[in-house]
């Protein structure tokens, strides 16, 4: 929608195909979590300009595709013209007369608008309406909508409701409050349609724009860019550029499009990107109250009082707002840092305004205006600093003078509220840096023009030039190599995934989508708000008295089992005596509608008693509070203990690490429709990873057998393993009054509950000693490794025994010993994800590697080639690789990314450049394909022909955007060899294939496309009579006549992944997946902000079944991985960040936490597949790929990490420093140490794990 809405406006503004950095700019605020927005952006590429040929078609051809000839209309009215331009007639876009819009070539737009628009009818009467001068007023259940004309008519309504009067302008901020905050405001008014609140106008007398109040934000940038563009002096627009300029980050553009001025000032929050602004550019704000003419002018920097209040009384609104050029000499700057750049909040935020007047020889300071957010409970000048400065020399003296009254002034309290002290304290001082560099420079150049003698002389260093440097972005591009099947097999082609165009149309059902019938009712969960507590009493009395609620479920109402569990019933379905985490479940409220569930759930009482708490593995530690010793996780060879003790062992190195936590992010929230059956049946339709474990949680919840409960999943709007068991509890939840009342029941989670309640990725804590020789050849390792497996066991042990067997990554330890232990904590419980604990372990072995590179004086990756297995080598627990193609894949991706030629790029533009560094990092990896519990390691399928020639293939795989059912289509297809179209699958359902293991651990195409192999080569065994009778037949007219003869056309195919023996074993997996990245970075020093050049990947798939789907699987699991060990960032309320109340997660939604946007892509991405490499352990020779690419995301943090080490040794910082995951601006900046970094000798980033 964000891509047809600027081609819509693109066309109508006669503007032609967009160029490629306004499509990526355009999507800032679209979130995928599958992608890695790659394909995305490729195929609107195709839109682009340079790509006429796919842009536009000839005239004829538009007309064709519903844009008429004569009079035809932009909402594909007929000949007689349409009503969407305000007098009735023509089509509402620019013209060549034929209804159709010409670029001057002959040629149309392919997209000539022709789909139905906002009815007419409806803007006439409320074009109607506002000519009368009447207010429309829509009263509501919950409160009163009114819609003034006039200025006055909304002042009257502010005079009659008074305080209770909530102005909503883009909605932007109130659908905030009413959502999360449970604010109940009865008056709603909107001010949109009033012209003199909308509008802009520049006055030439005054030398100032004037801006209605409710301009919109996108409203405003386009203004002052147009403005800045050559109605005014380009002196005079130094403050309309930075306001534009911050515009860029301030939020996507569906937001931009609809926030406004007003919104955003009165909401007065301390982090607004634009107040600053505001403040600093000498800006006004016109205040209006009792009638327009009753006008008060405040300027911006009074009108800020305190935290979210602002210098406006109740009868009054905000009017206008002024905004005055800028003067000769006069800079304006702005600054933003924040964990993501696009569309996201401030972290510290500034504006910055500085004018200079000649006196004498010297440049001196006239006015100089420093205004902050996000370093106090709201924006602020600093204004003792500012007067210190006027009159001063803008030289090097008073650069050090600013800073050290910057840092009096504005103190941040060590217990402020959002953390990261030491970082925003760090930021107050870098800005101004930046804005003195950046100044000086502008200084120089304006002034060069006085003539001899009037020059500003600089007092930057040529090496600080590079602190000016603003953030740009070319269009991402890059290619993607691979081998494609040109003959007649399906297996190898490049097919696109079988659902796509349901997906991209917004046709593909979900679980949300499922129509229910009038009787069905809606959940809401009534969770817990403590850590740990006791359950002293549990009230839904005010609840059940509210309109539309049925009914209150807890666990009295259980009539079957309620401990469950997907390894050992250590939870419960509701809560009985106590909560163990915030976000468990207590009990559950049913009614009517979705919003009568919700509110009443929020009225359940509940009454707590307070237990201690433990929120971190170092705390766990602390306290040894750890899941019993048969959970752990051993994995040992030689003797490690003598090897350190032995001669040969000449260095030794120790060091911790720490690993955060990950939430999966999936876009659609975990959901479930139970539906009770006759005869104690149970139909229920869930996004679950795991049909089979649903089916047997609640029939024991139930207290029915397995046989009456059957599970559908028809696609998953993404899992990565957050849907695997963590679903189970709240279809179980549903379940109980369903079954119950005989009605069906809906579940469906907001984002905000999903976060908090069904686990994240593990955090895990790292304590390694590593001994190696001179020649960096490492001979023993002891890691001894912890996870936060929360307030239940779940999946922790088994994604510890995947950590401690990737511990080696891809190099031979002689003598290691990896010990796992499980921490249990009160948070809610942590999960499988994407890696399943396969990227901790080996983030820590990189991190000893990277620590034995340093304590050497010699680059990582020779260390790393020197200590990688070879071919016929064995794993610490004794597992001989075969097909090793590391060696080659190594030399390979070497060689194609230039690494040694890029290398020694980096190293000159770090010479060159002190505030700006790069750094390149080359990672491998391998990833073992197998389920390490294993009876998981089978899967069975259910393969139908009929008499058509078509198939319908249910297997036990779940369809979650992996393109799982595409590669099992093509491989039953190649097998029954007929066309992949005409192979169908439609769902995982429990009574189809029973007992079927998770979509998980990267084995599903293995496993069901083995099964589904196998039941294909059972039907061509009953058909090759019939096929050898008929040489030519079609397959429909085979299948009819074996159908005919009585041949069963339905087979039942099962694999039993061979050899593998499970965790404990000398073979735990079957094989392992291999693949490298090289990444290279470039580092903001003084921010810690930081931009991907250039990724080249090189995985190891075997003979790709699909190539594009491959490719899709590495490219989106790469990004995720960058997110790991990035951006992504989870905070609850523990010891280290004591403003989060206790036991709640903070980041839990899109605007606390950040997944990598399309602006966080590489710019340049190559992916590979090896060539030649066919895998002899899998169907088709082919290769898992889900999970082994997320690793590869490490090669962006090891390149910070080294552009990082390049920053330290400029400031006399030799050797290696630990950094902890993921790597977020704030861990960035404050590891640069410098004289503008404010901490102390032991600071470290506070991490929750």
């Excluded at 999507?27 to 790659?38: I, K, P, Q, V």
């Excluded at 195929?43 to 051809?61: C, I, M």
């Excluded at 109740?314 to 924040?338: G, N, S």
């Amino acid at each position: 929608m964000s891509m047809y809405a600027l081609y819509r406006a693109r066309i109508e503004d006669g503007l032609g195909a967009p160029i490629m950095e306004e499509i990526e700019d355009n999507l800032a605020g679209n979130l995928c979590r599958c992608t890695g927005y790659r394909p995305i952006l490729e195929a609107f590429r195709h839109f682009s300009k340079g790509n006429d040929e796919s842009y536009y078609v000839r005239a004829s051809g538009a007309a064709e595709n519903g844009a008429a000839e004569n009079g035809g209309g932009c909402c594909g009215g007929g000949g007689g013209g349409c009503p969407c331009k305000e007098n009735g007639n023509g089509n509402g876009v620019a013209s060549n007369g034929n209804g159709v819009h010409s670029n001057g070539n002959g040629v149309q737009p392919a997209a000539a608008p022709s789909e139905p628009i906002f009815p007419f009818e409806l803007k006439k009467r409320a074009r109607a309406l506002r000519e009368r001068g009447d207010t429309l007023t829509m009263p509501g259940g919950r409160a009163t909508w009114h819609r003034p004309p006039t200025v006055q008519a909304l002042l009257d309504l502010k005079r009659e409701h008074g305080a209770k009067t909530k102005l909503v302008c883009g909605n932007t901020e109130v659908g905030i409050e009413v959502k999360f905050k449970h604010c109940d405001y009865k008056t709603l008014v909107s001010p949109m349609w009033i012209p003199e609140l909308v509008g802009a106008e520049f006055s030439e007398e005054k030398r100032a724009v004037t801006f209605g109040a409710c301009a919109t934000l996108t409203g405003v940038g386009e203004f002052l860019t147009k403005l800045s563009s050559g109605r005014v002096e380009s002196h005079e627009s130094s403050a309309f550029k930075a306001i534009v300029n911050q515009l860029k980050w301030f939020a996507g553009h569906q937001i931009k499009n609809m926030a406004t001025i007003a919104g955003n000032v009165v909401t007065g929050s301390p982090i607004s990107d634009l107040n600053p602004l505001w403040m600093c550019s000498r800006a006004a704000f016109v205040v209006a109250g009792g009638d327009p003419s009753q006008q008060r002018r405040v300027e911006a920097k009074d009108f800020f009082l305190g935290y979210r209040k602002v210098d406006l009384r109740d009868h009054e609104i905000l009017y206008q707002v002024e905004l005055p050029c800028t003067r000769k000499f006069e800079y304006v700057q702005e600054f933003k840092q924040a964990h993501r750049r696009e569309d996201d909040i401030s972290i510290v935020c500034a504006g910055m305004r500085v004018k200079f007047a000649r006196e004498g020889s010297d440049w001196v300071v006239e006015d100089i205006a420093l205004a902050y957010g996000g370093v106090a409970a709201k924006t602020v000048m600093a204004t003792k600093t500012q007067q210190a400065l006027v009159g001063r020399k803008w030289d090097r003296e008073t650069l050090l003078r600013a800073l050290e009254l910057l840092k009096e002034e504005l103190h941040i309290a060590a217990d402020a509220p959002g953390g990261m002290v030491e970082f925003r304290r760090s930021l107050i001082a870098s800005f101004f840096f930046k804005f003195f560099v950046r100044t000086s420079l502008q200084l120089v150049a304006d002034s060069e023009a006085l003539g001899p003698g009037q020059k500003y002389v600089s007092a930057i260093q040529d090496d600080e030039v590079s602190a000016a440097d603003a953030y740009s972005r070319p269009a991402s591009h890059g290619i993607q190599l691979f081998d494609h099947e040109k003959g007649e097999n399906i297996v190898g082609k490049a097919i696109p995934h079988a659902s796509a165009k349901l997906q991209v149309t917004g046709e593909a059902k979900y679980v949300d989508d499922i129509p229910l019938s009038k009787n069905a009712l809606h959940a809401a969960l009534v969770l817990s708000t403590k850590p740990h507590a006791i359950l002293e009493a549990v009230d839904p009395s005010e609840a059940l008295s509210m309109p539309g609620v049925v009914g209150y479920y807890g666990h009295e109402q259980v009539q079957g089992g309620n401990d469950i569990g997907p390894v050992i019933p250590d939870e419960e379905c509701f809560a009985s005596e106590k909560v163990t985490c915030v976000g468990q479940v207590i009990g559950l409220v049913v009614a009517e509608t979705e919003q009568q569930a919700r509110d009443a759930a929020r009225k359940v009482a509940v009454t707590y008693k307070d237990l201690p708490y433990i929120m971190s593995i170092e705390e766990a530690i602390e306290q040894d509070s750890f899941y019993p010793a048969n959970w752990e996780s051993r994995v040992e060879r030689g003797d490690v203990d003598a090897c350190f003790a032995s001669e040969a062992c000449t260095h030794v190195v120790e060091e911790d690490m720490k690993i955060g936590a990950q939430d999966h992010f999936y876009l659609e929230t975990n959901a479930c429709v139970v539906i009770p059956q006759e005869g104690d049946e149970i139909l229920t339709y869930s996004s679950t990873q795991a049909p089979a474990k649903h089916q047997r949680a609640i029939a024991h919840v139930l207290g029915v057998p397995e046989h009456k409960v059957v599970c559908k999943t028809k696609r998953l709007g993404g899992g990565f393993g957050g849907k695997e068991t963590r679903a189970i509890f709240i279809n179980c939840a549903a379940a109980v009054p369903a079954y119950d009342l005989q009605r069906p029941v809906r579940l469906c989670l907001d984002r905000d509950e999903d976060m908090q309640m069904t686990g994240h990725r593990h955090a895990f804590y790292g304590k390694y000693k590593v001994g190696f020789n001179a020649e960096g050849k490492i001979l023993a390792v002891d890691l001894k490794i912890y996870n936060n497996g929360g307030n239940s066991l779940d999946l922790s042990a088994a994604v510890m025994q995947r950590a401690v067997l990737h511990a080696d990554n891809c190099y031979n330890y002689p003598n290691a010993r990896f010990h796992g232990r499980i921490c249990k904590t009160n948070i809610s419980s942590n999960t499988a994800f994407r890696g399943f604990g396969g990227p901790q372990g080996m983030i820590v072995t990189e991190a000893w590697m990277d620590h034995v590179a340093r304590e050497l004086g010699v680059d990582v990756e020779s260390v790393r080639h020197a200590n990688l297995y070879q071919e016929g080598d064995r794993i610490p627990c004794g597992m001989k690789l075969d097909g090793f193609n590391i060696n080659r894949i190594w030399t390979e991706l070497k060689e194609s990314s230039k690494f040694d030629q890029r290398n020694r790029e980096v190293e000159d533009f770090n010479a060159k450049h002190k505030y700006r560094k790069r750094g390149i990092a080359f990672v491998p990896t391998k990833f073992g394909i197998a389920f390490t519990l294993l009876y998981f390691n089978q899967g069975g399928a259910l393969v139908h022909v009929y008499t058509d020639g078509t198939v319908l293939v249910t297997h036990g795989g779940v369809e979650m955007g992996q393109g799982l059912h595409t590669k099992i289509a093509q491989i039953a297809a190649q097998a029954l060899k007929i066309p992949a179209k005409d192979v169908f699958i439609s769902e995982t359902s429990t009574d189809k294939v029973p007992n079927a293991s998770p979509t998980a651990a990267s084995a599903s195409s293995d496993m069901y496309g083995a099964a589904v192999l196998d039941a294909c080569n059972q039907l061509n065994e009953r058909l090759q009579k019939y096929r050898d009778e008929l040489p030519g037949a079609s397959f429909g007219e085979i299948a009819m006549t074996a159908h005919k003869d009585r041949v069963d056309l339905s087979a039942h195919g099962f694999y039993k992944m061979p050899e593998v023996g499970g965790f404990g074993s000398e073979r735990p997996f079957l094989y392992y997946t291999y693949g490298a990245a090289c990444s290279e970075v470039e580092v903001d020093v003084l921010t810690g902000d930081y931009q991907i050049h250039k990724t080249d990947i090189l995985m190891d798939v075997g003979n790709s079944i699909n190539p594009v789907i491959d490719i899709g699987q590495i490219e989106g699991g790469f990004m995720q991985g960058i997110g790991l060990m990035t951006i992504e960032e989870a905070v609850w309320g523990d010891r280290d960040h004591p403003w989060v109340r206790p036991g709640f997660l903070h980041t839990r939604g899109p605007g606390t936490y950040k997944i990598p946007t399309a602006n966080d892509i590489p710019v340049q991405m190559n992916v590979s597949l090896l060539q030649d490499a066919p895998n002899p352990h899998a169907v088709a020779s082919s290769k898992a790929i889900g999970e082994p690419p997320l690793f590869l995301g490490s090669s962006v943090f090891f390149a910070i990490k080294n552009a990082i080490y390049n920053a330290r040794k400029g400031e006399g910082k030799e050797g290696f420093f630990p950094l902890h995951s993921p790597a977020t601006p704030e861990k960035i900046r404050m590891s640069c140490v410098d004289k503008y970094t404010d901490h102390g000798p032991n600071y470290q980033a506070k991490t929750s794990v």
